[in-house]
């Protein structure tokens, strides 16, 4: 458990730092606008998307709540895998097995 809590604490910081610098740094609308004039921006969105659903659905199948399964999923499409590492994260304090985690409690 301990590693999958390291990762997740270095994926949150990773995300954390590029978008704080994404903000700092960029322009959303006119960046977004390049990327989107781009087939390979386009398809890296696509890629990033059908990930967050996969995602998304491992923690709606996890989760005994609809609501929080929906709520981490509403952030899940907002803040990306920043929301993923956070889920991760938490789930390493809350359980105490992997396949617990993995699975969750009602399985």
């Known amino acids: 458990m301990k590693r999958i809590r390291v990762v997740a604490f270095i994926g949150m910081i990773a995300m954390l ?49 609809l609501r929080n399964g929906m709520l981490w999923t509403f952030f899940m499409m907002v803040f990306g895998f920043l929301t993923a590492s956070v889920y991760l994260f938490y789930l390493s304090f809350k359980e105490d097995e992997v396949t617990t985690l993995l699975l969750g409690r009602h399985r």
């Open 17 to 65: 730092a590029v978008i704080v610098n994404g903000f700092v740094n960029g322009d959303f609308f006119e960046d977004g606008r390049i990327l989107m004039a781009n087939p390979w921006g386009v398809t890296s969105l696509v890629d990033l998307y059908v990930g967050f659903v996969l995602f998304s659905m491992w923690i709606l199948y996890r989760e005994t709540s």
